[in-house]
């Protein structure tokens, strides 16, 4: 296929000067919104700028080009991100989000990335996109997994945070743990409310308590308060979501994801016996042991929840179970203001083969906040312990919180 000719007229307003000319062809490409051709102009303009030549000579490269002159690179670099820059905003604003992303990638500015896609609706047309630039790359998170929760279901998205969120940091697992927890949450409200105002009159409840009650109570009320809306063997959602939410929530601590998630263990607890599933240790009795950590977090029955997780800690065999047990007591200590107690117990009871420099660098945040708290022991102790264990790094890493002290 032949190019379209440019139109006389705008060669003729052109300037002859090369500065004014690209210029003028770069106002022409902003005007057209044609992404890929500003962006090879700006890049144009940037060697203007620095004394080359417009457009480079096919294999030079840019240490030929520029004589091996650091700052002429580095200066050249960042023309080239800022062409990447505005020619990356405008393939998203003219709704090409893959393309985009590739052009806003090197500028590594993700928050400028997230303020050009919180105007782009997700729809069925671009929704691959938007999840891979929005979860996958990292970009919105929260916004990605709500979207697949939406255009998958719960069980395509339970899929996908094992597959690839589980392993990612916590901060991260605990924006789609909130998402999934609040969709499934409410989602479970709802069918039971449902059910409650559908039957409630059968079971002698008058017509003024069913309008409040299922107006005011929470899940957790409702079927505190009216055990027969589990009765019967039924259940409302599919129970292994059930679990599933309640299994991601436990990296959760703000106090309205944490009392839902004891509403839910609430609620599987009554399930018929069937449907309560085992977990992995130590949550091996599945919702009693979560409902008992969950309200640890919130402030409740604190020692016996510790009790509890102390004793799967030193129980436990790590050759058949894992470590699961072991992080789970000292992530609760740590997490309830106890870091540490946390630390002495992550000294005492990880097991010998497991290197130190891999848990490193969560002990001593714990130490940093023990000694932030008055700890004047846990120092050395923790130095005493890497120095046990031949861990030279630690023993360095150590001696900054001697100097804090």
């Known amino acids: 296929m032949e190019s379209a000719s440019l139109d006389p007229d705008l060669l003729q307003r052109l300037s002859t000067d090369p500065a004014k000319r690209i210029d003028e062809v770069i106002a022409y490409f902003r005007r057209e919104k044609r992404p890929v051709e500003l962006f090879e102009a700006l890049k144009m303009k940037s060697r203007l700028a620095h004394g080359l ?26 023309g080239l991100l800022d062409a990447c820059r505005q020619a990356g905003a405008m393939l998203i604003e003219n709704g090409k989000v893959g393309e985009g992303y590739m052009y806003l990638r090197p500028v590594g500015d993700n928050q400028l990335v997230r303020r050009l896609l919180a105007d782009v609706p997700i729809t069925d047309e671009n929704y691959d996109e938007m999840v891979h630039v929005l979860l996958h790359e990292g970009i919105d998170l929260g916004r990605g997994y709500q979207a697949v929760i939406e255009h998958q279901g719960t069980c395509n998205s339970i899929t996908l945070y094992d597959q690839a969120i ?17 969709h499934f949450y409410a989602e479970l409200t ?18 003024d308590d069913i309008i409040r009650d299922e107006r005011d109570l ?82 409740q029955n604190v020692e016996s929840a510790l009790r509890l997780f102390e004793q799967r800690a030193r129980t436990v065999d790590v050759n058949v179970a894992g470590s699961g047990a072991i992080e789970t007591y000292i992530d609760l200590l740590d997490r309830i203001g106890r870091p540490g107690e946390a630390l002495r117990a992550a000294m005492e009871l990880f097991p010998d083969d497991v290197p130190v420099g891999r848990v490193m660098p969560e002990m001593m945040v714990m130490a940093r906040r023990a000694v ?34």
């Not at 589980?166 to 609040?182: D, E, G, K, T």
């Not at 709802?190 to 409840?205: E, P, Y």
């Open 218 to 299: 929470s899940l957790g009320d409702l079927i505190a308060k009216y055990k027969w809306i589990l009765g019967g063997g039924g259940y409302h959602l599919d129970t292994t979501h059930l679990a599933s939410t309640v299994r991601f929530a436990t990296v959760l601590d703000d106090a309205e994801s944490i009392d839902k998630a004891i509403q839910l263990c609430q609620y599987g607890r009554k399930l018929p016996a069937d449907f309560q599933y085992p977990g992995e240790e130590p949550f091996v009795d599945f919702y009693p042991a979560h409902a008992a950590f969950f309200a640890a977090l919130a402030g």
């Open 372 to 405: 932030a708290g008055g700890d004047v022991e846990i120092a050395n102790q923790l130095e005493q312990f890497c120095s046990q264990r031949g861990d030279l790094l630690g023993v360095a890493a150590v001696s900054e919180l001697n100097t804090a002290n």
């Open 190 to 207: 709802s069918l039971v409310r449902n059910d409650f105002a559908g039957r409630a009159n059968d079971n002698g409840v008058s017509a």
């Open 53 to 78: 030549p417009m457009m480079a000579l096919p294999d030079e490269s840019l240490d030929s080009q520029t004589g091996g002159d650091p700052e002429l690179q580095r200066s050249l670099e960042e």
């Open 166 to 182: 589980a392993q990612r940091p916590r901060v991260q697992r605990q924006i789609a743990s909130r998402v999934l927890l609040n």
